[in-house]
């Protein structure tokens, strides 16, 4: 059997190493256009940075390693210029000498990755305008940067790879401006989640503008939709990326619904002994089943095992993904998996929020908070989506909530979860399961919970409601809702008397925990309808100023 893979940067590596391992006798030839495989494009920032010191070491294997250890020929610098499906025949092009060969195949992979997105921009081709995504690109930066000195950068797109050079490029001494046309930076984060990260951005001192966009580079400057005239010596391209996929469309392969070519759990095209991986291929939702595109390099390798074992006669099979993501930006882990929830009332589920925050660890070993924001399908109680942001314990709970969320956790499985408690590392009563607790009280109706959103709208059509703060006088004289009475919760047994038990009630402290109490005592005392304000005046403070 001959497996001919188009493309050997993770993905296409991937499929080669599995295949062989399963298959001695198999004969696999990888193409790949450019000069490395399998390298770190999730490095690049950090080389850029100076947290990596050498670019070499996000290339740590060559052609020359593979063939020694898998007996793997990879040929790089050879584009596969056009297939014959029928006959199983490709043509193959040495971009170095131009020479033409041709070759055979019994199975055809693409691995053949994805592109960035080049915006239409008036002096897009200028030599001071960069992407960031392969070895070359990354070189090309480093020296343009030791060569001219910049001062100032404008990076257009805060994605992932936006906010990671954002944070290196303020390391290594720049003045960092963000270009961002949408109103609020990482697109899988809910926008009341977001403004804590853009909070920290500006905070570390880079310049952010949301809701614009760069309509011209100049030699020192780029200007945008709105008028803004930005003053930059070197300008980063962070705006995504697309599918390589116009070789595949040239033979028939289907599209799918993302843009990605369409494959089967087994990484099957519509094509017979056709496969694809990577970030040309789309997946598919854990949870709704629905084609998703998430490009990503623990993807790439996943969905390049399967298709390397299932080529070879194993069962392998691909389970879909949840779209998980984790990022640091300077002091800060921003954190997501699942749906969000725009996603999650796109596909019409009836949703309880939860913003929950608490102490990464023991405070009194110096514990910070974390903020968790979780999304549960009220009618089954399964956990849609979790969005964490916090300077520590972030990963941790986030993959905890990922294995949940996996294997198809309800809010109540969350609060029986036997984790892993000592003070330097987590609390008594963990995030984790505090907020499968509180979502499922919140989900029977035992302890209802109000968004700062969902309040703030309804009081603005005109309901009534009784604002109660349980917090100290001197923190409600800081900051608090607007309409709150304050009642510490020590009087609130007493005072309740002055209250009226039918009318809708909310209760809140700082971050929740005292204002589940007040609500316990209320709902026993005989008032009925009555919520905690979700994350507390915190959460509130928050919503308000970035409304």
């Excluded at 063939?67 to 971009?95: C, G, P, W």
């Excluded at 053949?112 to 392969?134: C, K, L, M, W, Y």
């Excluded at 993501?325 to 019409?348: S, W, Y």
């Excluded at 499968?436 to 029977?444: K, P, R, T, V």
Aim: hydrophobic fraction near 40%; charged fraction near 25%; aromatic fraction near 6%.
């Amino acid at each position: 059997m001959k497996v001919l893979i188009i493309g050997s940067v993770a993905a296409g590596t991937s499929v080669a190493a599995k295949a062989r391992r399963n298959d001695e006798n198999a004969e696999i030839t990888l193409y790949n256009a450019d000069y490395d495989i399998s390298y770190s494009i999730c490095g690049i920032p950090y080389f850029l940075g100076g947290e990596v010191d050498e670019l070499e070491t996000l290339t740590p294997r060559s052609a020359a390693w593979f063939k020694k250890r898998y007996n793997v020929d990879i040929f790089t610098r050879h584009e596969v210029t056009s297939i014959d499906a029928k006959m199983k025949k490709v043509q193959v092009k040495n971009l170095d000498t131009n020479e033409i060969k041709e070759d055979t195949y019994d199975v055809l992979v693409f691995a053949t990755g994805a592109s960035p997105i080049t915006p239409d921009i008036n002096g897009i081709e200028s030599e001071h305008v960069f992407q960031v995504r392969t070895m070359q690109n990354t070189a090309a930066i480093d020296q343009y940067m030791k060569t001219n000195q910049p001062k100032k950068v404008t990076i257009i797109g805060a994605g992932y790879i936006g906010l990671e050079m954002a944070e290196q490029l303020t390391h290594r001494g720049l003045d960092v401006t963000i270009v961002q046309r949408s109103n609020h930076v990482m697109a899988h984060l809910d926008m009341d989640m977001a403004f804590r990260v853009e909070e920290h951005l500006v905070k570390k001192g880079v310049n952010l503008i949301l809701n614009d966009e760069v309509t011209a580079i100049n030699k020192k400057e780029v200007q945008t939709k709105s008028g803004k005239s930005i003053e930059t010596d070197i300008v980063i391209l962070a705006t995504g990326v697309r599918p390589n996929t116009q070789l595949a469309k040239d033979i028939g392969v289907e599209i799918g619904t993302t843009g990605a070519i369409a494959v089967n759990t087994k990484m099957q095209t519509n094509l017979p002994d056709v496969y694809a991986v990577g970030d040309v291929a789309e997946s598919y939702s854990v949870i709704t089943g629905k084609p998703i595109y998430r490009p990503l390099g623990s993807t790439a390798n996943k969905m390049g095992r399967i298709a390397g074992d299932v080529i070879t006669g194993g069962s392998l099979e691909h389970r879909g993904i949840l779209g998980t993501g984790i990022l640091r930006v300077f002091d800060l882990a921003v954190g997501q998996t699942g749906m969000n929830e725009v996603e999650a009332l796109e596909e019409g589920y009836d949703i309880e929020i939860l913003y929950n925050i608490k102490p990464a660890r023991a405070e009194y070993l110096g514990g910070k908070e974390i903020v968790i924001k979780a999304i549960a399908d009220r009618e089954t109680g399964r956990v849609l989506g979790v969005q964490i942001v916090g300077e520590e314990g972030v990963d941790k709970r986030i993959d905890v909530f990922v294995t949940a969320l996996t294997f198809k956790a309800k809010a109540e499985d969350l609060f029986h979860l036997d984790l892993a408690y000592a003070p330097p590392f987590s609390t008594t009563k963990d995030p984790v399961m505090y907020t499968g607790m509180a979502l499922q009280n919140a989900i029977e109706k035992k302890n209802k919970l109000i968004t700062p959103k969902e309040l703030t709208e309804r009081i603005e059509k005109g309901e009534v409601f009784q604002v109660i703060d349980t917090r100290a006088p001197k923190q409600y004289n800081v900051s608090k809702v607007a309409t709150a009475i304050n009642i510490p919760l020590g009087q609130l047994r007493d005072k309740c008397k002055e209250l009226d038990p039918n009318l809708p009630t909310v209760t809140y402290c700082n971050g929740g925990v005292t204002g589940n109490a007040a609500q316990n005592v209320m709902r026993n005392l005989g008032f009925h309808d009555i919520y905690n304000l979700s994350g507390g005046n915190k959460n509130y403070q928050n919503y308000i100023k970035n409304k």
